[in-house]
């Protein structure tokens, strides 16, 4: 049988499971390997690393293959405003685990841990100590090494900085994401009866592999997916967007990874479908938990949420990465499957903005956990339920890694309008852009006299953000 072969039976496998998982969702949890949900849901909180918002079916990308992701989203909620606070993989990690901005946390670069005291209030270690069963599976991402005690958690498979695509000393070769689905089945198996659970699978993917040329390395059963699409070029990979960044921006480690991306056509193609096939992958890994879920009666009892821990360019403005505040590299996918919820309120997209920051005091809340009161983000609860509650209007966003190959920044977003400057260079370049009229981002209107008021409002709203995050 041909690897194509290969490809197409794996993807009509794992549609078969995808439709296997929204029948079961549409039961309203009344599936017969469920019993009836208890009052603390059991959590699986899946992280991916570098997942652009629209690398999902679910959110309309025509080449992508993700059905189980999108089977999950069609029984779920999609959150279709999903945004990080600092858009690089450490600080993030840090605010997703703790529900706090970076100016609170303090964690801006590789090499800063928690401390014991914020180590507790982060969501793992509250729901272990309000009665959960707590695993933690792959990269951890804060700080040097593992966290302050492995003994923290009562499943522990994570790692400390990138990790490896093909871990070695196994015994055999496996790749990451396979390997970490398989710990994920072992974790649901041995969960104990009679206590709820919360499983966070951190996976490396679709994060490249630093220092390989390949740079996206997926398992070969993904060799020929994708092999006859070609992957359509984002209209603002146009040159002309590029030279109209500022020269630390085009000097900045984002065109260098551009370089060795997306130079040539035929090596943008090549590394976008490594990166498509590395999601797929992801999607596949999907499909094994909820198999393990069902096998082990809990899936009518589990809530599963899937984000990223921020967004990435495919080539956009001429850059690689992520870092700055273009929406490619600031918005990433969230959907959040419930089955308690009732059907009319399953398949329903919000658009309200939601953050990084409110997925601790949200999973806590899930679990009628005590919100630690350093939090700053908000329970997604009340959206998912259906309900209409006031909701942010804006957000402060803020990149203060402490390497000058990534110039540091702060903007704010609010529904309509996208506003950043760099804090180390000019002050007077300034970028304006009015998401709703020009959602790639290609009209700087800082300097049009007619959003002058737009402009002073909104430097406004970045320094009374920035006194009240101190």
Same mark, same amino acid.
């Given at each position: 049988?041909?690897?194509?072969?290969?490809?197409?039976?794996?993807?009509?496998?794992?549609?078969?499971?995808?439709?296997?998982?929204?029948?079961?969702?549409?039961?309203?949890?009344?599936?017969?390997?469920?019993?009836?949900?208890?009052?603390?849901?059991?959590?699986?909180?899946?992280?991916?690393?570098?997942?652009?918002?629209?690398?999902?079916?679910?959110?309309?990308? %025509?080449?992508?293959?993700?059905?189980?992701?999108?089977?999950?989203?069609?029984?779920?909620?999609?959150?279709?405003?999903?945004?990080?606070?600092?858009?690089?993989?450490?600080?993030?990690?840090?605010?997703?685990?703790?529900?706090?901005?970076?100016?609170?946390?303090?964690?801006?670069?590789?090499?800063?841990?928690?401390?014991?005291?914020?180590?507790?209030?982060?969501?793992?270690?509250?729901?272990?100590?309000?009665?959960?069963? +707590?695993?933690?599976?792959?990269?951890?991402?804060?700080?040097?090494?593992?966290?302050?005690? %492995?003994?923290?958690?009562?499943?522990?498979?994570?790692?400390?900085?990138?990790?490896?695509?093909?871990?070695?000393?196994?015994?055999?070769?496996?790749?990451?994401?396979?390997?970490?689905? /398989?710990?994920?089945? /072992?974790?649901?198996?041995?969960?104990?009866?009679?206590?709820?659970?919360?499983?966070?699978?951190?996976?490396?993917?679709?994060?490249?592999?630093?220092?390989?040329?390949?740079?996206?390395?997926?398992?070969?059963?993904?060799?020929?997916?994708?092999?006859?699409?070609?992957?359509?070029?984002?209209?603002?990979?146009?040159?002309?967007?590029? /030279?109209?960044?500022?020269?630390?921006?085009?000097?900045?480690?984002?065109?260098?990874?551009?370089?060795?991306?997306?130079?040539?056509?035929?090596?943008?193609?090549?590394?976008?479908?490594?990166?498509?096939?590395?999601?797929?992958? +992801?999607?596949?890994?999907?499909?094994?938990?909820?198999?393990?879920?069902?096998?082990?009666?809990?899936?009518?009892?589990?809530?599963?949420?899937?984000?990223?821990?921020?967004?990435?360019?495919?080539?956009?403005?001429?850059?690689?990465?992520?870092?700055?505040?273009?929406?490619?590299?600031?918005?990433?996918?969230?959907?959040?499957?419930?089955?308690?919820?009732?059907?009319?309120?399953?398949?329903?997209?919000?658009?309200?903005?939601?953050?990084?920051?409110?997925?601790?005091?949200?999973?806590?809340?899930?679990?009628?956990?005590?919100?630690? %009161?350093?939090?700053?983000?908000?329970?997604?609860?009340?959206?998912?339920?259906?309900?209409?509650?006031?909701?942010?209007?804006?957000?402060?966003?803020?990149?203060?890694?402490?390497?000058?190959?990534?110039?540091?920044?702060?903007?704010?977003?609010?529904?309509?309008?996208?506003?950043?400057?760099?804090?180390?260079?000019?002050?007077?370049?300034?970028?304006?852009?009015?998401?709703?009229?020009?959602?790639?981002?290609?009209?700087?209107?800082?300097?049009?006299?007619?959003?002058?008021?737009?402009?002073?409002?909104?430097?406004?709203?970045?320094?009374?953000?920035?006194? /009240?995050?101190?």
């Amino acid at each position: 049988m041909t690897a194509a072969r290969v490809s197409r039976r794996t993807f009509l496998r794992s549609a078969a499971l995808a439709a296997g998982t929204v029948a079961a969702a549409r039961t309203s949890g009344r599936a017969a390997d469920a019993p009836a949900a208890p009052t603390r849901p059991n959590i699986v909180f899946l992280l991916t690393d570098d997942h652009r918002w629209d690398a999902l079916g679910c959110m309309g990308n %025509p080449v992508i293959r993700t059905p189980n992701v999108d089977a999950l989203a069609a029984a779920g909620v999609v959150f279709s405003n999903m945004f990080v606070t600092t858009s690089i993989c450490c600080t993030s990690r840090a605010s997703i685990f703790t529900g706090q901005y970076a100016r609170r946390h303090g964690v801006h670069g590789f090499n800063t841990p928690f401390t014991p005291e914020q180590f507790a209030d982060t969501y793992h270690q509250v729901l272990r100590r309000a009665g959960y069963h +707590v695993g933690f599976i792959g990269k951890y991402g804060v700080g040097d090494n593992a966290p302050p005690s %492995p003994e923290a958690f009562d499943y522990w498979k994570g790692f400390p900085g990138q990790g490896h695509y093909w871990p070695k000393d196994l015994g055999r070769e496996v790749h990451l994401t396979d390997l970490m689905a /398989e710990q994920a089945a /072992e974790f649901l198996r041995a969960a104990p009866a009679g206590r709820p659970f919360c499983l966070s699978v951190s996976f490396k993917a679709p994060h490249c592999q630093d220092g390989d040329p390949r740079q996206f390395l997926y398992a070969p059963k993904y060799e020929n997916l994708y092999a006859d699409v070609a992957v359509p070029v984002p209209p603002t990979a146009d040159p002309k967007y590029f /030279e109209a960044l500022p020269d630390y921006v085009r000097e900045s480690e984002a065109r260098r990874r551009w370089q060795i991306r997306f130079s040539s056509p035929d090596l943008y193609q090549q590394m976008v479908k490594g990166y498509f096939r590395l999601v797929t992958g +992801v999607d596949d890994a999907v499909a094994t938990i909820v198999a393990a879920l069902k096998e082990k009666g809990a899936a009518g009892s589990t809530v599963i949420i899937l984000t990223g821990d921020n967004g990435f360019y495919l080539g956009e403005h001429g850059l690689a990465g992520k870092w700055f505040m273009h929406e490619e590299s600031i918005r990433v996918p969230l959907v959040v499957y419930d089955p308690r919820l009732p059907a009319s309120l399953r398949g329903r997209r919000r658009r309200e903005m939601a953050l990084n920051i409110d997925l601790a005091p949200t999973m806590l809340a899930l679990a009628g956990a005590a919100v630690p %009161p350093r939090t700053q983000g908000c329970d997604l609860g009340p959206l998912l339920r259906g309900q209409s509650p006031a909701w942010r209007e804006d957000w402060f966003y803020e990149h203060l890694f402490p390497n000058r190959i990534i110039p540091k920044s702060e903007g704010v977003r609010t529904r309509r309008w996208s506003y950043w400057t760099y804090l180390e260079q000019d002050h007077q370049a300034e970028w304006l852009y009015d998401i709703e009229n020009d959602p790639r981002q290609v009209r700087n209107l800082a300097a049009d006299p007619a959003s002058a008021s737009v402009l002073a409002d909104l430097r406004g709203r970045v320094a009374r953000c920035r006194e /009240e995050l101190k």
